[in-house]
């Protein structure tokens, strides 16, 4: 009994003995594999930044590309285009880059010139700023009164237009987009130019290569935005003065080729508006410039005879449209007529390209006299 307890003791100390011995081995090993699995973490760690890093820096250097952003292509969409055309390196990366610089919505579409090599400062700064390719533009200037003949003259002989191509188009309202002032244009077979009176007089600066009907519909939706700068309530006057948009746009075409001075346009406005109010006829000299094939400087007394139905010296009432393309001061005068009782005006032959107004054909024939006098 005795003995197996020796020999049990003895096997006791064999193991106490087998486990002091084994302690230092085994911790040694845990540290060996964390040292290791740290090692492995900190190459693993160290080769993603490396990756990162290396992704985000700048491309060879190379020929500039012209690189297009549509309106509402996404951060993630641009950088995917920017590796396509070389001008980075990693898509993927550059989109995270920018998610972390808060980067990426302030992107402008348009055409840019991109070079390899650029860093990614740049880019995002140019992508921001919408510093796009300028694209090469013509330039043209419309000046108030002329006609769509005289308008189509013009850009021809700019070389910006076929004239007949123009002239054609200005006649097919589906070349018109989608202007809201021409709707009130009327059926009339009497109408010379359906377009005239609608094209609005301004400096345009349009793309190289524009259509003659990409320039009609410029102008014309012009005319829409020139008038929202009329006064808040001129739809209330136009109502107000039981005219249509066309009609006002014929008056106002009356006013543009008689007024010089804009501190008249209103004036001559009233005087159209009391003689149409009489009734009497409007003998406008210019309707009767518009109906000849040729204006003349000086109309002869068989002129005011040319059956026309643009002719005020023969006609009731107003032409059939527009004569010229009025200014917006001449559409404000023909929505605001001035109230007086003029009801004539003879342009002064003192130099001044003022008028004397009167209310009688009396004081209209006392005017006439003053003003061959100031002629002398």
């Known amino acids: ?4 307890t020796t020999e049990e003791s003895q096997k006791q100390n064999k193991k106490r003995k087998r486990r002091k011995q084994q302690g230092p081995r085994r911790w040694l090993i845990n540290l060996w594999v964390a040292v290791s699995l740290l ?9 993603a930044g490396f990756y990162v890093w290396n992704s985000l820096q700048p491309t060879s250097k190379g020929e500039a590309k012209e690189i297009t952003i549509t309106r509402g292509m996404s951060a993630n969409s641009v950088a995917d285009l920017l590796e396509e055309n070389g001008i980075i390196k990693n898509g993927f990366v550059f989109s995270y880059y920018l998610q972390l610089k808060d980067e990426g919505s302030r992107f402008q579409a348009g055409t840019y010139q991109l070079s390899p ?18 694209e090469e533009t013509i330039k043209f200037t419309i000046p108030e009164g002329l006609t769509v003949l005289q ?17 054609e188009l200005a006649e097919t309202s589906r070349a018109w987009g989608d202007a809201e002032t021409v709707r009130s244009i009327p059926e009339n077979a009497a109408l010379h130019k359906r377009l005239e009176g609608y094209l609005f007089p ?7 290569g524009s259509t003659e009907e990409d320039i009609l519909i410029r102008m014309l939706t012009e005319t829409d935005r020139k008038l929202g700068a009329l006064p808040d309530d001129w739809q209330a006057a136009l109502e107000a003065s039981g005219r249509t948009m066309h009609e006002i746009l014929t008056i106002a075409s009356l006013v ?14 009233g005087v159209i508006y009391n003689r149409l109010q009489e009734p009497m006829r409007l003998q406008i000299d210019a309707t009767v410039q518009y109906a ?38 001449s559409i404000e005068a023909a929505l605001y ?20 107004f009167a209310e009688t054909f009396k004081e209209h024939q006392r005017n006439i006299a003053k003003s061959e006098q100031a002629a002398q």
């Not at 301004?202 to 190289?208: A, D, G, R």
């Open 1 to 4: 009994m005795r003995l197996d």
């Open 39 to 47: 090692g492995i973490m900190a190459i693993v760690a160290g080769g």
């Open 117 to 134: 090599g650029m860093d990614n400062a740049s880019i995002i700064a140019k992508l921001n700023a919408g510093d796009t390719i300028k």
């Open 151 to 167: 308008i189509a003259d013009k850009l021809a002989a700019e070389g910006i237009v076929d004239k007949t191509k123009f002239l």
């Open 202 to 208: 301004e400096t345009y600066e349009m793309k190289k």
């Open 256 to 269: 543009e080729r008689e007024v010089v001075v804009d501190e008249e346009r209103a004036l001559v406005a």
């Open 292 to 329: 000849l094939d040729a204006p003349k400087e000086v109309l002869s007394l068989s002129d005011l005879e040319i059956d026309s139905p643009y002719n005020t010296y023969k006609i009731d009432g107003l032409p059939p449209g527009p004569i010229a393309s009025p200014s917006l001061a």
């Open 337 to 356: 007529p001035a109230d007086t009782n003029y009801l004539f005006y003879v342009t002064k032959k003192d130099g001044s390209q003022t008028h004397l």
